[in-house]
């Protein structure tokens, strides 16, 4: 089968040397020419932070049960991390075949990797937040056993945003509105995570709206794991775990099928 792990195992592991110093080169070229250079993937989530503090503490004065004022930022930032590693990760696997025409074209370098490779380049801005937010729960003396548990989570939420990767990218050559598609979920699915809110504040229908959306698997046991020092809540975990293992080999499945029609298209 051309999606067993081993097949997927055995591709990276020849490609390894060049997937890994692409990789930097990708990592170093994304922030390329600008001031800060590199420490943008840290000072993004910062001004993400700083904006939701601004517009739910400032100008709405939210005011969370059970939380105070920093409390409330450590759990708005959690949030906000799994976020921008989902929808970058999302984004940059999308139009990775694009942006890579020659390398598409070259059969010297696998065209699987190009997308898990632009997924890996777009979680490093969750990497480094994650680290920070670790640090965080550390200092307010909120970490726990649980928190050996992180890096499964972590792992389970890449592994999706990689075989997501790997469906999208093919599609967004033959098709391109796909990107301006991509623009309004991204959005949407800011809107409707719980980053701000506890989704245990959501009732009835309103539940619909966790699980429709598949950051909230991973976003609820950072949650656990980082702000209540808590296991992760199950079901979700569960659904996580699932949906990470069904997208990564299906997506690998699919761009294995539709990659002769990319080289013609791309």
């Known amino acids: 089968m051309l999606s067993t792990p081993a097949h997927i195992a055995t591709l990276i592991t020849r490609s ?12 170093r070229r994304k922030h390329a020419g600008s001031v800060f250079g590199m420490s943008w993937f840290v000072i993004m989530p910062l001004l993400f932070l700083g904006f939701y503090a601004a517009v739910y503490l400032v100008v709405y004065k939210v005011k969370p049960v059970n939380m105070s004022p920093v ?31 020659a390398v598409v074209l070259n059969t010297v370098f696998p065209a699987e ?50 075989g997501l ?30 980053i701000a809110f506890r989704s245990t504040e959501l009732t009835g229908y309103q539940k619909i709206m966790l ?6 698997f991973y976003l609820a046991s950072y949650q656990s794991i ?3 020092g808590t296991a992760p809540p199950l079901v979700p975990f569960l659904m996580g775990a699932v949906a990470c293992l069904v997208v990564f080999f299906i997506g690998f499945r ?13």
């Not at 450590?74 to 940059?92: K, P, Q, V, W």
């Not at 994650?130 to 592994?159: D, E, F, H, N, R």
């Open 165 to 194: 990767a790997w469906i999208l990218a093919p599609i967004y050559v033959v098709f391109r509105d796909l990107g301006q598609i991509l623009n309004f979920v991204v959005l949407a699915i800011l809107v409707i995570s719980p």
């Open 254 to 266: 699919f761009f294995v099928r539709v990659k002769p029609m990319v080289a013609e298209h791309v």
């Open 226 to 228: 980082l702000f209540d």
């Open 211 to 216: 699980y429709i959306n598949p950051l909230y």
């Open 16 to 27: 390894r040397r060049v997937l890994i110093r692409t990789l930097y080169d990708d990592i």
């Open 71 to 101: 409390d409330y930022l450590h759990f708005i930032y959690i949030g906000l991390m799994a976020y921008l590693g989902f929808s970058e990760g999302m984004t940059a696997g999308a139009g990775s075949l694009i942006v890579n025409r």
């Open 113 to 162: 990797l190009l997308p898990l490779r632009a997924a890996l380049v777009g979680q490093m801005t969750f990497l480094l937040g994650l680290a920070l937010a670790i640090c965080w729960t550390l200092a307010t003396g909120k970490a726990s056993v649980w928190l050996m548990l992180l890096p499964l989570v972590v792992a389970m939420q890449i592994l999706f945003s990689i």
